[in-house]
């Protein structure tokens, strides 16, 4: 009998000590941008082109421990754009990294029905789908607080204003001019050439 009970009060102690250790490692951080961070379209070709991104654009927020990297961040968060250039994600509550320093990237993209998060959009891009349009911001660091914390915003402490565009943008006129001209010189040099070759 008192194995018994001994045994209860360790599995007890055991489970509280893992809620209590989880709560803690539990981290909380405001995943929204600003009107000085906000993400621009640079392709040609584009909606809005130079201007701010569109209600469409996906963005995933992706963490991990300081040094981690940027490869290996974890996708922790997703929302989509609710204003022009610009998203609200609200406070995020974050399980997977403890509460302290931490590594950063946010990462957007559109045709947002066909691919689901940023690794497919890039995928699709890679394997010719032209509709595809992305970007990322610069990795950057900043404290995530725990629990009775105040969670910070990520665009008042490290993210900053990035593009989102094609892999291949779609080539202004001016380059069609310039690869017009181009061919026409050497058209022209080959035909002096060939009359330099035929003279007696």
Not at 92 to 98: G, H, K, S, W
């Amino acid at each position: 009998m008192f194995t018994k009970v001994v045994m209860k009060t360790l599995l007890l102690s055991a489970l509280l000590l893992a809620a209590t250790t989880s709560a803690f490692a539990q981290g909380f951080l405001i995943f929204q941008n600003s009107s000085t961070t906000t993400i621009t379209n640079n392709c040609t070709g584009l909606p809005a082109e130079g201007g701010p991104a569109q209600d469409d654009t996906q963005v995933g927020l992706y963490l991990g421990t300081v040094g981690t990297p940027v490869g290996s961040l974890q996708l922790v968060a997703q929302t989509n754009f609710n204003n022009p250039g610009r998203w609200s994600g609200g406070t995020r509550q974050i399980d997977t990294v403890a509460p302290g320093n931490v590594t950063v990237q946010v990462r957007a993209w559109l045709a947002s029905t066909v691919y689901p998060n940023y690794e497919a959009a890039l995928a699709g891009a890679y394997g010719g789908d032209g509709s595809v349009v992305l970007g990322v911001s610069t990795p950057f660091n900043m404290t995530m607080v725990g629990v009775g914390g105040v969670p910070l915003s990520i665009a008042a402490n490290g993210l900053t204003p990035f593009n989102i565009g094609r892999l291949i943008c779609v080539p202004e006129p001016s380059i069609f001019a310039l690869g017009l001209l181009g061919l026409g010189l050497v058209f022209l040099c080959r035909r002096r050439n060939d009359s330099n070759l035929h003279k007696p």
